[in-house]
């Protein structure tokens, strides 16, 4: 078993996985609040999922490669298992990893490394964007709601409507902007400059698993949507 970090294989520093790594479901994210004189706690759920926090079994078998595979299993990026090579992970190494000799005399390691997911899988490949010139259906073939880059063609004022929890409105618009709800942030049609006016939505939007309807009114002409399909 190997893993790919950042686009390098581990399997070229003559680094294996050991062992499938344990992925625990995530956590939601929740406050607690005790009630005098009320059974139980009252639980408000924030909406979010924690990390999940696990570590990963390596072995490395030349140990002259040691240092560069330990600087390998740094910092944050794309991680993909090679037992679940249809997903993504975000990952983030925090350090302190430990490497200990499998058998006495044998030079060869075992690597214990720390490492902090977030809590969604990602489907790769990734998905194709999906092009809409008049409204329809996006059916999310995913088990969790999707963070969508929505990059919407417009000159002058309209709103466009995301399944039936959200709606964005535009308004004096010259060519049209980009929502980018994993950005949580809206950018120009260059998709670099962010934008602090002209575009208004209660919340960014998501697309939920199953069929999500599309529709707009106004001078809105067409819709380029980057799904980021997503598991959990």
Request: glycine share 10%.
């Amino acid at each position: 078993m190997h893993m790919i970090y950042n686009g390098v294989n581990s399997a070229t520093l003559g680094l294996y996985l050991a062992e499938e790594p344990t992925i625990t479901q995530p956590e939601r994210q929740v406050d607690t609040i005790t009630v005098p004189g009320r059974a139980g706690e009252v639980i408000i759920d924030k909406g979010g999922l924690k990390d999940v926090k696990t570590e990963l079994k390596c072995y490395i078998r030349d140990v002259a490669k040691l240092p560069q595979a330990m600087a390998y299993l740094t910092g944050s990026g794309k991680l993909i298992i090679s037992t679940d090579a249809g997903h993504e992970y975000r990952a983030y190494f925090p350090g302190g990893a430990e490497a200990d000799r499998l058998i006495r005399n044998l030079a060869a390691r075992e690597i214990t490394v720390p490492v902090r997911l977030k809590p969604y899988r990602y489907r790769i490949p990734e998905a194709a964007d999906i092009t809409m010139t008049t409204g329809g259906v996006v059916a999310n073939p995913g088990t969790a709601k999707s963070a969508p880059r929505i990059a919407i063609t417009c000159t002058g004022t309209g709103t466009l409507y995301i399944g039936t929890a959200y709606s964005i409105d535009l308004e004096g618009l010259t060519g049209g902007c980009i929502v980018d709800t994993d950005a949580m942030d809206v950018y120009a049609m260059d998709g670099i400059t962010s934008m602090y006016s002209g575009v208004s939505m209660e919340d960014f939007p998501f697309l939920a698993p199953g069929n999500n309807n599309i529709s707009w009114t106004g001078n809105i002409s067409g819709v380029k949507i980057t799904p980021r399909w997503r598991d959990l």
